[in-house]
């Protein structure tokens, strides 16, 4: 379980996240919805400790993540996979490398084991194959696929992804949103994706909330958040469909 209380977060004078609590249970996917540059991609920072709150705590299993050192970091970040806006794939490293990546960071594992463990997840996200294939040539939609196969790497207990879908076609859209449900279904994973696309929002999420102004707006379910009555949630709703 994620748990923030009171979070805040100021870059200077700019408040982005206004002593807000959340709690996210495990094995929950959450979308995380707002205008563009309202504090979505910092909120994942956040959790992964990437940045630090104003005030406030964030704890994940009952532990602030605020008050662990840096062994404790380590440990805590090997709980997470990160899917990022970019998939940022390391340009001069083959698809086995990027993916490998993470596990070669333990320094603990065999190199046969590492080999299996890359294959099981390039079939997880049907690339199967392109072990040997360098990341320009990808397409873009391989690209992310390959991002979400070395965020699984780890066995990561939590998943966050930072707009997974953004500049992608429909179809290839939808391709990696049947794999972010797929992965729901498989795992007791927790996944927070930020996104602003409501195919994606609609198509993957049990729960929506909506950051606004540094406050969040408790949206519900699909179908709670489709029939809003606020205002805010219902304009940005209703746009997206038009």
Partial sequence: MILLKKLTKKFGDKVILSSVDLEISSGETLAVIGPSG????????????LET?????????DVDI??????????????IGMVFQSAALF?????????????????????SKIKDIVKEK?????????????????????????????????????????????GLDPITSTTIEDLINKLSKSASVTSIVVTHQLT?????????????????????DVEQTKKSRDPIVHKFITAGLD
């Fill in 122 to 166: 390039l079939q997880f996200v049907e690339l199967e194959g392109s072990e040997e294939l360098m990341p320009s040539e990808l397409s873009g939609g391989m690209q992310k696929r390959v991002s979400i196969a070395r965020a699984l790497a780890t066995e990561p207990q939590i998943i966050l992804y930072d707009e997974p879908t953004t």
């Fill in 38 to 49: 309202c504090g979505k991609s910092t909120l994942l920072r956040l959790i992964l400790r």
């Fill in 66 to 79: 605020e008050k662990i050192d840096e062994d404790g970091l380590n440990s805590y970040r090997q709980k």
């Fill in 91 to 111: 340009d001069s490293m083959t698809v086995f490398e990027n993916v490998a990546f993470g596990l070669r960071e333990r320094n603990e594992l065999p190199e």
């Fill in 200 to 220: 994606t929002i609609f198509r993957t999420a049990h729960r929506i909330i909506m950051l606004d102004k540094g406050k969040f707006i408790e949206c519900g």
């Fill in 53 to 61: 709150p104003t005030e406030g705590s964030i704890q994940v299993d």
